[in-house]
């Protein structure tokens, strides 16, 4: 069964911008830390970007003053705005709690960053 449901990605020249989306099913609840994590081919899954109940966010360093990680509590999502995008962006997002739950995962969104 899905718990989060991830949308918003896409093909993007270097630069460009994109914002993702992340639904989370009833069964979660807005107090979790909630995080997008990413999977680039052939790479491990990595977190991203983390936000808590009350909104205090944390960045990888290869994201960070470029990424910024929003929630709404009351309708239980998680956004992802990523701008100034490089090559090096293009992977699978997903979004889960903080430690992540397997049972959580969603199929992604594929972001692609490319000329």
């Known amino acids: 069964q899905v718990q989060f449901v991830e949308s918003g990605g896409g093909l993007v020249q270097p630069g460009g911008s994109l914002r993702l989306s992340c639904a989370a099913s009833?069964?979660?609840?807005?107090?979790?830390?909630k995080a997008w994590y990413r999977q680039a081919p052939g790479k491990q899954r990595e977190l991203v970007a983390r936000?808590?109940?009350?909104?205090?966010?944390n960045y990888a360093d290869s994201v960070k003053g470029r990424f910024t990680i929003s929630r709404d509590n009351a309708k239980n999502t998680v956004h992802l705005q990523m701008n100034s995008l490089k090559p090096e962006d293009t992977a699978v997002y997903y979004c889960?709690?903080?430690?992540?739950?397997?049972?959580?995962w969603g199929q992604g969104t594929q972001v692609t960053v490319s000329s």
């Open positions: 936000i808590t109940s009350g909104g205090s966010t």
């Open positions: 009833r069964s979660i609840s807005s107090i979790y830390t």
């Open positions: 889960n709690v903080v430690p992540s739950n397997g049972l959580y």
